[in-house]
């Protein structure tokens, strides 16, 4: 069987996006893990990706593929089509939800680069409120309407979410819970249907 390169950090809410999707697509034994140190990438990956970003997956030809949405598509297709990334009028619905659950996920790593790369001197208040109000602001529109997901195969859209609510868990303790109760039962009954989303728990990052 010819596997497939995924080069990631495993803190990565992206790079955890792509494993999830693998394995509700049935495709997690395809998938060969390479640690990448985003801080400091050698050659050879900024070759792969240019913008030095994760993931990137690459294929057994060697072709190179980034972002998260592109490579989710690509493991779609490689499914057979309308496993995770639904066909008709549910298709732009879950684009769309993508996009929003990917913006919190862009908001926190500002912050998390912020506190990490500047010194407290250096760190600039306004624009880390305006990045934490962009993530409040999203998870309150989700907290209201919230997409049940029933019996169907959860999509690129719960997929995102789910990782992004990881994200806040790993990398701020949780603090999103108090707030948002309907997010909190909605992510423990996807960690419930979905194996893959479990077995790539990311453990808590000190800051």
């Known amino acids: 069987m010819k596997t497939w390169q995924l080069h ?19 495709l997690s ?28 997956l690459v294929d057994d030809t060697g072709y190179a593929l980034y972002d998260s949405r592109v ?8 499914a057979g089509g309308g496993v995770v990334l639904p066909a008709g009028a549910a298709r732009f619905p879950a684009l769309r939800m993508q996009a929003l659950a990917d913006g919190i996920g862009d908001a926190l790593l500002l912050l998390v680069y912020e506190r990490r790369l ?63 109760p309907r997010l909190v039962e909605w992510v423990e009954a996807f960690a419930e249907r979905v194996p893959a989303f479990r077995e790539t728990v990311v453990a808590p990052v000190p800051d």
């Open 29 to 56: 034994e395809r998938i060969e893990l390479v640690p990448v140190n985003v801080m400091d990438p050698d050659p050879s990956f900024r070759r792969q990706n240019p913008l030095a970003k994760v993931p990137v």
């Open 8 to 26: 990631t950090s495993l803190t990565s809410p992206f790079g955890r996006k792509v494993r999830v999707a693998a394995g509700i697509c049935g």
């Open 71 to 78: 490579i989710l598509e690509w493991l779609d297709g490689q």
């Open 118 to 180: 500047r010194t407290p001197d250096m760190r600039s208040a306004v624009w880390m409120e305006r990045q934490a109000r962009r993530s409040d602001l999203a998870l309150a529109t989700l907290e209201e309407a919230l997409p049940a997901f029933d019996s169907r195969t959860p999509h690129v859209g719960d997929i995102a979410l789910a990782c992004m609510l990881g994200l806040g868990d790993s990398h701020f303790g949780g603090k999103w819970r108090a707030d948002h």
